[in-house]
C-alpha cells in the first residue's frame, strides 16, 4: 500500500494494479464471515481509502478510472474429498514409495470447489467413462459432497476449456484436494474455500467503479469478469486482440 500511494502521489501512472489479499487469507483460515474475515474487510476499505485521498492528493482522481474487483466469493468447509483416491483404488493410477503418482491413466486437478479430469489418453473414452460412472454413482448418494459431474458440454457453456471432459462440482461445505494417498474423506485444511462452478450466486465476485463521463450508473448486473480487461482498455485508448472479450457499456 505504501508503494501503490508513492507512485500515485510521486509518478501518477498511467495503471497501476493493487492485489489485496489479507482477506483471502482470513476467510480461507477462519471462514467467510468470520470476525477475522470481517476485520480484514475493514482493512482492506482503510486501503481503498488511501489509494482514493493518494489520487486526489496528485490532482488525477477527476480523469481516473478507479475500479475495486474481487476474483472469487467464500463458501465454508468442513470436509475434503480426494477424488484421485478413488482412481488410485479403481487401479487408473499408481503411486510410488513415497506417494506420489508415477502411474496414471486419469487425474484430477483440483481447485477448491471443483476438480478437472485429466486423461492421459484424451482418446481414452473407456476410461472416461468409468469415471464418469464412478463419480455419479458417488454423487447420487445424499450427502456425498458431490453437487454435479459436469460433462464437456457443460464445462464448455461456463466459459471452460472444451478439452476438458468432465469436472466435479462440491456442494457447500465441501472441498476437493489433489491428493491420492491416504482416505477419500478427511478434515480439511482450510476453513473457507472456492472455485466451484460458476452457477453459485454465493460465489459471485464484487465490482465497483466510477470514471468521467459515466453513462450508465447504478446496478449492472452479473459481468463477465472477462469483460473487465477490455474495458480498461477501452478507457485507456488500447485495442486488445480480437480473442478479448468485449467492454462494459459505460460510456
Known amino acids: 500500500m505504501d508503494t501503490a500511494v508513492y507512485l500515485i502521489r510521486n509518478h501518477r501512472p498511467q495503471v497501476l494494479l493493487l492485489h489485496i489479499t489479507e482477506l483471502d487469507n482470513q476467510q480461507h483460515d477462519y471462514g467467510p464471515l468470520s470476525q477475522q474475515g470481517k476485520a480484514a474487510v475493514e482493512e482492506s476499505d482503510a486501503h481503498i481509502g488511501r489509494v482514493l485521498r493518494a489520487l486526489a492528493d496528485a490532482g488525477i482522481a477527476e480523469r481516473t ?9 467464500f463458501l465454508p468447509v468442513s470436509q475434503s ?21 508415477e502411474e496414471w491413466q486419469a487425474y484430477f486437478q483440483t481447485d477448491g470447489g471443483s476438480a478437472a479430469l485429466h486423461l492421459k489418453d484424451l482418446r481414452d473414452t473407456a476410461t472416461l467413462e468409468r469415471v464418469r460412472t464412478l463419480f455419479a454413482q458417488k454423487a447420487a448418494v445424499n450427502g ?25 462440482s462440491a456442494e457447500a461445505g465441501f472441498s476437493f ?11 480439511p ?12 450466486e ?48 459505460l460510456w
Request: no cysteine; charged share 20%; proline share 5%.
Open 202 to 249: 454465493e460465489l459471485q465476485a464484487a465490482l465497483v467503479l466510477t470514471a468521467p463521463d459515466l453513462k450508465k450508473t447504478g446496478d449492472l448486473g452479473v459481468v463477465r469478469m472477462t469483460s473487465i480487461a477490455g474495458t480498461l482498455a477501452r478507457f485507456l485508448g488500447l485495442d486488445l486482440s480480437p480473442q478479448a472479450d468485449s467492454a462494459l457499456d
Open 81 to 101: 474429498l480426494k477424488p484421485n483416491v478413488l482412481l488410485r483404488e479403481a487401479g487408473l493410477l499408481k503411486l510410488d514409495a513415497k506417494g506420489k503418482v
Open 144 to 168: 456425498s459432497g458431490i453437487r454435479r459431474v459436469l460433462n464437456a458440454r457443460e464445462v464448455e457453456a461456463y466459459g471452460g476449456g472444451a478439452e476438458t471432459p468432465l469436472v466435479l
Open 177 to 187: 484436494v489433489s491428493a491420492a494417498d491416504g482416505a477419500y474423506s478427511s478434515p
Open 65 to 73: 478510472l478507479f475500479v475495486v474487483v474481487s476474483d472469487h466469493g
Open 189 to 200: 485444511a482450510y476453513k473457507g474455500t472456492h472455485g466451484h462452478a460458476p452457477d453459485r
